[in-house]
């Protein structure tokens, strides 16, 4: 990728949205490039490196570490597990900023596999982008029954908190859920959503959420990215007999 010296863009911020999209696609392992190098590669003065830098490390993307150069930072979103929580609200806990893009909405009738979990013969399928500072963090297939899909249609679903919607506004009380996580590489158009290599490996994560009658609500399928997303869980251990 090259700067445009013509734009009416500052050259810093260009370098620093180059140095942003490479280090998301996993281009550098631990660290970037020297000052040197990088003013070598795009022809630009000391000062303009060093502003995109100091950029990247205010979003927390990279971090200095005196006398040894400036690394990638990894700080994953981390959700602990038992509860029920909204990723807006795990994002918001980690000081970072939930964002989220609408991809698809509709009336379904495969895989064939949805329909038989949800005990269906057609469903409603929300797909939808998750980020945290704007960078995609997680891919969400939701599914649900007719009547609870045509429901959350009336809404922005680019805006609304889905679990919100649907204790406020529906009056449907999430109970319990079950869920399961696999690592598993993504699709081609999974990859290219999240801003990653076809061969990166990701966390499928399932889950079926009931109501207080053990009905169930949703089924989620989620695409979550393994180097940006991080699930924590406190254990104890059970007393041993006297």
């Not at 909204?86 to 009738?109: A, C, R, W």
């Not at 704007?134 to 679990?163: C, F, H, R, S, T």
């Not at 997303?229 to 254990?235: D, G, N, T, V």
Request: hydrophobic share 40%.
């Amino acid at each position: 990728m090259r700067l445009n010296f013509k734009s009416s863009m500052p050259l810093h911020v260009q370098l620093k949205e180059i140095l942003k999209e490479e280090i998301l696609n996993g281009l550098f392992e631990d660290k970037i490039p020297s000052e040197r190098e990088l003013i070598d590669r795009f022809s630009v003065s000391r000062s303009t490196v060093r502003e995109a830098i100091s950029s990247l490390v205010i979003e927390g993307i990279l971090e200095k570490k005196h006398g040894k150069g400036t690394f990638i930072s990894h700080k994953p979103v981390e959700e602990w597990l038992g509860s029920i929580t909204t990723f807006n609200d795990i994002v918001g806990d980690m000081g970072m900023e939930p964002g989220t893009k609408l991809l698809y909405q509709g009336i379904e009738s495969t895989p064939e596999s949805v329909g038989n979990t949800l005990g269906v013969d057609s469903f409603y399928k929300i797909d939808r982008l998750r980020y945290a500072n704007n960078i995609p963090i997680a891919l969400e297939m939701q599914y649900y029954p007719l009547d609870i899909g045509l429901k959350l249609k009336e809404y922005d679903l680019n805006e609304a908190v889905i679990y919100d919607l649907l204790e406020v506004k529906l009056g449907i009380k999430l109970w319990k859920a079950d869920q399961i996580i696999t690592s598993v590489q993504p699709t081609r158009e999974e990859a290219g959503h999240l801003g990653i290599k076809e061969s990166a490996s990701v966390m499928l994560i399932e889950r079926l959420t009931y109501d207080p009658a053990d009905n169930l609500v949703e089924y989620l399928r989620g695409i979550f990215r393994g180097d940006m997303y991080a699930f924590r869980i406190k254990l104890t251990r059970k007393a041993l007999p006297d």
